[in-house]
């Protein structure tokens, strides 16, 4: 006995060929496919707009001054004296005291809410949160103004008398063991400015964190509880570890806020052009702030200059929003939150 | 005490009352005006930036011709910002200190761009130095300064309150060594621009080693410990705040006025400290220098203030200067309609005749008649401009105002009848005990002491044991005495003659001595305070969790 194969027929074959298969759209897919790209690639175009117009626009600064606009801390149009030095440091200045603040009570807020609050108050937290992020920043501005400065000043004057001695907390002038400290020296500094830009930077970073938080795979999370992990061992053991991508990723989009954020720091930091990183001292600027408070008054030259500085920061932006984007796509808990 | 304080609380409400008695004149005025059933003219919305030196009187003006149905909007920014959006067609009108420079300091234009315009005086004023300074916890309110301390103040030469300067301005009265800092506009501002024209002027030598060139600038060299805010409410409120101590700053003197904050009285030429009230900066601009030339619009109606500087009046204020709007003339303005033109027209008319009533009270100075005449002038421009804007019955006979004596238009009532300074105001007296930034005309001479300004000898003698302020009216005792010495009245204890000048009457100033505290003990004190902090947080926590955990036990 043998098996016979069915013998191959040619002649049958085109009629059980495979059928032809387009993945293209037709009609109503079209439209909305082209139409999705359409609007995608408008952010391109806008963000590329935005560069293109900013490097036009500050070309003839540039040309002029080179690169003394990088090294050059005043900034005195009048006297034809342009440059950036002291407002990037200034602006990087207000960040990091933004982030300092922000990050701890960011990430503490989103354990908290993904992990220990009851499951009743947990949606009333999370719209809190969500709530502080919608309040405009002239608000939070004025709020540290009136309220927040008289003492963050005063705690300025305790961390000079306790910590001057390491150069950032010192205070030239401000005569912090004497009965009445010159409070005029510790106020409207980058200090009290990061105070007004974390509480708009944190519900940003913590929104990002909460979210990745609530991703934790509960497979990991009960197999930690299985063996017998308190929940502060879970957390530490299985939370933040999956985290740590969100947990950056959203430290760096506050900062990114953080570097920009305009109307608050521009009510509250006295103008000044020096590069210091004294950040309890009074006086100081950030690219965005110098912006807006010499908008108004410009010149068509100043304006360049004005637009030049401008770019500098969309790029600093840029490259910190990138960078942020990349950890969070390179970590675990990325593939779900878009930074 | 008590009178000082019932004075100042009575104030704002004669302040109202007379600006209720203004507006319904200014009201009836208008209603007269206005029969016409022509001049029930539309008006539309006007728009202008510029100045915040003359914002606050501008604003009370707009709240006032509100009510006759005229919208106006008006946002400071500061002059170059006013000046700039005029320039680019983005304002109806712009309200200025200084005109248009041609090319501003580093070169760049400063024009209107070819936007036709006339320049016309809105109101007068004093820029004025008001300052936060407390020894012991109260405030000093009757500083004086010569302009020389002053500029050698802003240019960072003298940078204590204890400085020998200082000191013998005040005749001897020694402040706290506490560190000087003054607060400057970051913005382009013309309160800058006037302040700094008057240090060129009168202190070259102090201020162009500073400046590094001479001339005026909009924008305050910063440096130092200098402090920049932008606008006049955001410096005086950084000098009002809870930083302030130790701070100066100009603004216009309306500011410090509605603040109730003090003011640096300046010494004029004649030896004299002055408040910026009306009647000071009324008689310093009787020396300003209009440019009355019709035939150049650039230049027609500005100001040379030089004279006004080194007016050699003892009453005389020398920070005095006007401010100026600047209106568009043209035919063809792109902004312009009829409607605007009438409503410029008439707000300017409320602004030039009624509301210059308003001047004094709010801390600036009313214009003299001639240049309210020459005001309505360049508002005629607007009907040349435009023939369908309504005019009739506007012109200066109708016009309230307080500075007019009927007779002669160039001639200011208020620089005639306005008080000298008492005596205690003079050079090597006083000071006076009174206190500043109130709008009180008599520089705050309770007594009433004239004779300084008709006869500086008699005054200086018989000043020197005048006791004044202090809430007693016992001023005149000082204004007949020679050298022979007195007694004062409520301490029983003799004043005054050629003895000690400086315990003369009123308050009695102490010259304190700062003790630094100690700060070890401080610093222990922190720590405690932590702990306890940290302590008051968990404790409830700790002891709830004990608690549960032997019920446990118990149960278990």
Redesign the interface.
């Known amino acids: 006995m043998s098996t016979t194969l069915p013998a191959y027929d040619p002649a049958g074959a085109d009629l059980v060929a495979p059928r032809a298969l387009s993945r293209r759209a037709r009609g109503a897919d079209a439209v909305f496919v082209h139409s999705a790209r359409l609007v995608g690639a408008s952010v391109l175009v806008i963000t590329g707009g935005v560069a293109i117009f900013l490097g036009w626009q500050a070309f003839p600064t540039l040309q002029r001054y080179g690169w003394s606009f990088f090294t050059e801390s005043?900034w005195?149009?009048?006297?034809?004296v342009i440059g950036i030095a002291a407002v990037v440091v200034g602006t990087f200045a207000v960040a990091t005291v933004a982030m300092t603040i922000a990050f701890p009570l960011a990430l503490t807020t989103a354990l908290y809410i993904s992990e220990y609050a009851p499951a009743r108050i947990k949606p009333t937290l999370v719209s809190l949160v969500d709530l502080m992020a919608a309040v405009p920043s002239v608000i939070y501005g004025l709020w540290a103004y009136i309220l927040i400065?008289?003492y963050a000043?005063e705690f300025a004057v305790?961390m000079d008398?306790?910590f001057g001695w390491i150069p950032i907390f010192a205070v030239r002038?401000g005569?912090a063991?004497?009965?009445?400290p010159?409070?005029?020296?510790?106020?409207?500094s980058a200090f009290c400015a990061g105070i007004a830009v974390a509480m708009m930077v944190m519900p940003m970073a913590c929104a990002v964190m909460r979210q990745v938080f609530s991703q934790t795979p509960p497979g990991e999370r009960e197999a930690a509880l299985a063996l017998g992990a308190t929940r502060w061992g879970v957390i530490r053991a299985v939370v933040l570890p999956f985290g740590r991508g969100g947990i950056i990723g959203g430290t760096m989009l506050g900062l990114g806020r953080a570097l920009g954020e305009t109307i608050a720091v521009a009510l509250i930091l006295?103008?000044?052009?020096d590069v210091k990183f004294r950040v309890l001292e009074?006086?100081g600027g950030t690219v965005s702030a110098l912006i807006a408070?010499?908008f108004?008054?410009?010149?068509?030259?100043?304006l360049s200059a004005l637009l030049a500085a401008g770019l500098v920061l969309f790029l600093i932006t840029l490259v910190i929003n990138t960078l942020a984007a990349v950890v969070v796509n390179r970590s675990r808990s990325g593939a779900g939150v878009e930074a | 005490m008590t009178r000082r304080s019932a004075r100042s609380r009575a104030h704002p409400s004669a302040h109202r009352r007379l600006g209720a008695l203004a507006a319904s004149l200014a009201l009836v005025c208008y209603a007269a005006v206005t029969g016409a059933p022509s001049a029930a003219a539309a008006y539309a919305t006007i728009e202008g930036t510029g100045s915040t030196w003359s914002e606050l009187i501008v604003q009370q003006w707009i709240a006032d011709v509100d009510a006759n149905g005229m919208k106006v909007v008006y946002t400071g920014g500061g002059s170059t910002k006013g000046r700039k959006d005029f320039s680019q067609n983005s304002t109806d009108f712009a309200i200025s200190e200084i005109p248009y420079q041609g090319t501003d300091e580093s070169g760049q234009a400063d024009t209107s761009n070819g936007r036709a315009f006339a320049y016309l005086p809105i109101v007068a004023g004093g820029t004025a130095f008001t300052y936060q300074l407390k020894v012991g916890n109260e405030l000093v309110r009757n500083l004086r300064l010569s302009g020389e301390t002053l500029a050698k103040i802003f240019t960072s030469k003298i940078t204590s309150w204890s400085d020998p300067a200082i000191t013998a301005d005040n005749n001897g009265r020694q402040f706290p060594d506490k560190d000087i800092i003054p607060v400057y506009r970051s913005d382009g501002s013309g309160t800058t621009a006037q302040f700094t024209t008057w240090l060129d002027k009168s202190y070259p030598s102090i201020w162009r080693p500073f400046f590094g060139r001479s001339g005026l600038t909009s924008y305050y060299p910063p440096g130092g410990n200098r402090v920049g805010q932008s606008g006049s409410d955001q410096v005086m409120n950084t000098i009002s705040g809870f930083a302030g101590d130790g701070m100066i700053g100009y603004v216009e003197y309306s500011y410090p006025v509605n603040k109730n904050y003090p003011v640096v009285k300046v010494l004029n030429r004649a030896g004299y400290y002055v408040e910026p009230t009306q009647y000071n900066v009324a008689v310093a601009l009787t020396k300003a220098r209009i440019n009355m030339d019709k035939s150049n619009p650039d230049t027609y109606l500005t100001q040379v203030l030089d004279g006004v500087y080194s007016n050699a009046d003892p009453r005389a204020y020398p920070v005095s200067s006007y401010s100026y709007m600047v209106i568009p003339t043209g035919a063809s303005d792109p902004r312009m309609t009829t409607a605007k033109r009438q409503t410029l027209a008439d707000f300017l008319y409320y602004s030039l005749c009624g509301g210059q009533t308003k001047a004094g009270p709010y801390g600036y100075s009313p214009l003299p008649l001639n240049l309210v005449q020459a005001g309505f002038d360049q508002i005629a421009q607007l009907k040349k401009a435009d023939a369908a804007v309504d005019l009739t019955d506007r012109d200066v006979r109708s016009c309230n105002n307080p500075t007019f004596d009927g007779t002669n238009p160039a001639k200011n009532v208020l620089a005639q009848k306005a008080p000298a300074p008492p005596a205690c105001d003079k050079q090597g007296e006083g000071p006076c005990g009174s206190d500043t930034g109130n709008n009180d005309p008599t520089g705050g001479d309770s007594g009433g002491n004239t004779g300084g300004a008709t006869d500086p000898g008699t005054g200086a003698s018989g000043g020197s044991g005048g006791p004044d302020g202090g809430g007693t009216d016992v001023g005149d005792l000082g204004a007949p005495g020679g050298d022979a010495p007195q007694v004062d009245p409520e301490t029983g204890l003799t004043v005054g003659g050629t003895g000690t000048p400086t315990t003369s009457g009123g308050a009695i100033y102490a010259n304190p001595t700062l003790v630094a505290d100690r700060p070890a003990d401080a610093r222990t004190f922190g720590w405690v305070a932590a702990v306890e902090l940290l302590a008051l947080v968990l404790l409830p926590g700790l002891v709830v969790a004990a608690l549960r955990r032997r019920r446990r036990e118990g149960v278990a």
């Open positions: 005043q005195q149009p009048e006297a034809d400065m008289p000043a305790w008398r306790n002038g005569d063991d004497s009965a009445i010159l409070l005029s020296r510790y106020s409207f006295a103008p000044a052009f009074q006086g408070n010499r108004g008054d410009a010149s068509p030259t100043q």
